[in-house]
Each structure stands twice: as structure tokens, then as C-alpha cells.
């Protein structure tokens, strides 16, 4: 079965450097979805595309963060620069729109800031 | 901005009991859905409810979708070790261009002692 690939699995930073997340979705998806998940608690959005189109960007912390798809296929999450309260993991997911909405999740980038 | 509230947030019981998982918000979706997530990895889509009073079964799992769907209980019957995870649910709403929102609840973590 097709995967959301997402790399690293894990990265470990210094507070003020810059740090990219990458995302690989499942192959004709043209919904793809970025979130942060404190440890224990649900996934909150960060950014959807459609396409290479932002459809939701209001919870990006847009002083920091960036996002971007720009062939609609793969996406860049970048932290710059990086904050203590930063640590989590996040979790891209992509979904074949519009009928049967179904998220498939990438197993995550645990960021840990020290 | 659409809350999901899930209630327990946390859940211990011995295998062979039954549990009840609830979700509420004061949003109307269009559909909604429950993901089970285990440590390290991405939530996977256990089901989606799109009708006000749906019920579906998976196995020994029960899921319903309140009449105004604005919430949803999951229910486990017999409880086996391996139904050990976080349990989330996602209230689905359109967020135009084509593109659904997905937006999660704290979940529920849910402990199954042998």
C-alpha cells in the first residue's frame, strides 16, 4: 500500500537554528496537510494545500514557520529560527479529494529543541 | 474555530471490560471520523460516520454519529490488550477549493491490562 513518506524521523536542535521538515505524499493526492502533535494530545493543523495553493494557513506561527508545495507534489516545513516550545512531532498527511475524505498519515518527524 | 471535546482523556481497564469513548462539539460536521494512533508512529483511520444517527461496527468497536452531528461515541466491547493506543476523532468540514479540514480532538488514551 502507498505511504506519506516524511524525513527525518527525528531531529534533535539548538534553539535559533533553522530547521526543514520534507514530505513525500501518496502519489494523485492533491490535499496535503501539516500538523503538530504535542506528545499526548491531538494533531493541530498547521497548513493545508490543495494543490501547490494554500488553503489554511491561520495556525502557522507565520513569524517562524514557512511552508511550501511548489509542484503540488512534495512540501517543505521550515522553523526558523527554532524555539524551545518548538519540540513536537509533526505529522504530514495527504488525502484524495473530494469524495471519500480519508487522511493518510506519514509516521512524523519528532523534533526535539534543545 | 471548531472544537472537539473527547472525553476520558485518559482510560485504564483490565481486558474483557467495556468502554465508551465520547466526542462533542458544538459545530456541525459533515462527517467524522476516528483514528486509532499508536507511540511513534501516525494516526490511521479506523472509520467515518457522514449521516446524523449512523451507527457502524468494526469487530468488537461500535461507532455512532449523534442526529445533529455534532458528536460521536466509540464503543469497545471486550477489551484486548492490543486495543492499547491513542484514540482520536476529526470533525470533517469543507474548507473550499475542493479541500476538507480535518480537526482532531485531544484523544483518549486508552490502556488495556491484560
Known amino acids: 500500500e502507498a505511504e506519506v513518506a516524511q524525513s527525518p524521523r527525528y531531529k534533535i536542535t539548538e534553539k535559533s537554528q533553522a530547521v526543514a521538515f520534507w514530505c513525500d505524499p501518496i502519489?494523485?493526492?492533491?490535499?496535503l496537510y501539516w500538523y503538530r502533535q504535542i506528545l499526548g494530545q491531538g494533531p493541530e493543523l498547521l497548513v493545508q494545500?490543495?494543490?501547490?495553493?494554500?488553503?489554511?494557513d491561520s495556525q502557522l506561527p507565520k513569524d517562524r514557520f514557512s511552508a511550501e508545495r511548489l509542484k503540488g507534489v512534495d512540501s517543505t516545513l521550515k522553523i526558523q529560527p527554532a524555539e524551545l516550545g518548538d519540540s513536537a512531532m509533526y505529522l504530514c498527511?495527504?488525502?484524495?479529494?473530494?469524495?471519500?475524505?480519508?487522511?493518510?498519515f506519514g509516521q512524523g518527524t519528532r523534533l526535539t529543541v534543545v | 474555530t471548531q472544537l472537539l471535546e473527547q472525553s476520558p482523556q485518559f482510560l485504564s481497564i483490565q481486558e474483557g471490560e467495556n468502554l465508551t469513548v465520547y466526542c462533542n462539539s458544538s459545530?456541525?460536521?459533515?462527517?467524522l471520523q476516528w483514528y486509532r494512533q499508536e507511540p511513534g508512529e501516525g494516526p490511521v483511520l479506523l472509520v467515518t460516520?457522514?449521516?446524523?444517527?449512523e451507527v457502524k461496527k468494526l469487530k468488537r468497536l461500535t461507532f455512532q454519529f449523534g442526529d445533529a452531528r455534532k458528536d460521536s461515541s466509540l464503543h469497545i466491547t471486550a477489551a484486548q490488550p492490543g486495543d492499547t493506543g491513542l484514540y482520536l476523532c476529526?470533525?470533517?468540514?469543507?474548507?473550499?477549493?475542493?479541500?476538507?479540514?480535518?480537526?482532531f480532538g485531544k484523544g483518549t488514551k486508552l490502556s488495556v491490562i491484560p
Open positions: 502519489s494523485g493526492h492533491a490535499t
Open positions: 498527511a495527504s488525502s484524495l479529494n473530494p469524495v471519500g475524505v480519508r487522511a493518510f
Open positions: 476529526a470533525g470533517v468540514t469543507y474548507s473550499g477549493a475542493g479541500s476538507y479540514q480535518l480537526t
Open positions: 459545530s456541525v460536521f459533515s462527517s
Open positions: 460516520v457522514v449521516t446524523g444517527g
Open positions: 494545500f490543495q494543490d501547490e495553493s494554500v488553503v489554511d
